[in-house]
């Protein structure tokens, strides 16, 4: 395991896990969209929300030069991702 990212809101003050192997982990939080009440189209948009905020910070991990990157550096850029900051690579 490389990489751990919780995405849970309520998870950013919780204590994580022990993972096997030390993977840089990083809170990427998103307000839970199965918490939504309301008419159909508003929990059908806060779905949508979150997709829109996962995919869009898995689209910047995934355009990390990984394999330049040390592990402070790569810590504080998937870090970073999670806080909407942009990247300095």
């Given at each position: 395991?490389?990489?751990?990212?919780?995405?849970?809101?309520?998870?950013?003050?919780?204590v994580?896990?022990?993972?096997?192997?030390?993977?840089?982990?990083?809170?990427?939080?998103?307000?839970?969209?199965?918490?939504?009440?309301?008419?159909?189209?508003?929990?059908?948009?806060?779905?949508?929300?979150?997709?829109?905020?996962l995919?869009?910070?898995?689209?910047?991990?995934?355009?990390?030069?990984?394999?330049?990157?040390?592990?402070?550096?790569?810590?504080?850029?998937?870090q970073?991702?999670?806080?909407?900051?942009?990247?300095?690579?």
């Amino acid at each position: 395991m490389d990489f751990v990212f919780t995405v849970c809101d309520q998870a950013a003050a919780e204590v994580c896990p022990v993972w096997p192997g030390r993977p840089i982990s990083a809170h990427w939080g998103v307000a839970d969209p199965a918490a939504v009440k309301g008419d159909e189209a508003t929990v059908t948009r806060a779905f949508s929300d979150a997709f829109s905020v996962l995919s869009r910070r898995i689209s910047l991990f995934m355009c990390l030069p990984i394999d330049k990157l040390g592990r402070l550096a790569l810590t504080r850029q998937v870090q970073a991702i999670g806080r909407d900051q942009p990247a300095t690579v």
